[in-house]
């Protein structure tokens, strides 16, 4: 039996306000999203948020985390994604659950990285051999210090891009490794709760000898993690549909930034700039939202709703 799994112990978390599944059609079982439902600067969730986020914890035994690093000597956590059609992965966001900086190392990192695939892994079952993260295509560090762990999503996510974007047109794999975290402190990511994973066994880890395996395998846990790649679906001039309820503009914009058609008042926006911190937070806005005195650069509107609608989009200030 799998060590791992021998010495699992789950701390389940439930967020008392869940960021809203997007707008468009939740991605299908097998993790591809259809062309004609992308968008601009969009983000890929899955079904993340239509189950319980969940934080999972190693047994004292075995100090750390399964969706972060621990005293196996893991060395990265990886979710798989897929599109029908070329796009544009511009960067990632992800959901810190837990994070320690014992070492008080102000140069503590974690590094976020875009991978492409390959098919020389282990998984379960009749499908062994499956499609996992091999070479890093793109790649961002950020101090520890600097990562949110909020409990609640919309005012803790961690935006991160990359210098410049990739393009895929099938499969690609987003994830975060610890080769610049310094010894000692500790980093995690939300999960969905066990079994509740959009597609089986699309979550990876990158174990001590570099070799890569699924956390159903090694963990015993059918989970997704809680790091989403930002796209931009019409990088190559691609005819999308948009899909919202709710349209922002001018994008870009100076002093103002409408919203149509109307907001109900169960709407919240949240503004981060490109480094993932909070600017600017609406509660029950009507029709516009004021971003006058803002510096010029590119944020990003997290919108959620209580009717669970919600999606990220990049909006550019000049």
Partial sequence: MN???LALAATLFVSAQLFAQKTYNAT???GTVNNAVQQASDTLYGDFFNGTPALYKSQPLFPGYASGNNTFGDLAKVQ???VSNICAVEGVIMWAGYKNQ???DVNSGVRFNLY???STATGQGATALKLSPDSVIR??????SSIDTSSIFESGANIVLFDTPAYFDTLFAVGFDFSAL?????IACYTTTNTDADSSENSWEQVADSSWSTMLNNWGLDIDFAIFPIIDGTATSISTVPMQPIQIWPNPATDVVNITPK???NVNITIVDNMGKMVLTYNNISTSISVNGLPAGIYYILVNSRQKTGYAQKLIIK
């Fill in 3 to 5: 060590r791992k799994f």
């Fill in 28 to 30: 299908p079982k097998s």
């Fill in 80 to 82: 798989v994604y897929g």
């Fill in 102 to 104: 014992s070492s008080g």
């Fill in 116 to 118: 492409d695939l390959k």
């Fill in 139 to 144: 790649t961002k560090t950020i101090s520890l």
């Fill in 182 to 186: 310094t010894q000692g402190d500790t």
């Fill in 263 to 265: 907001a109900n008042k």
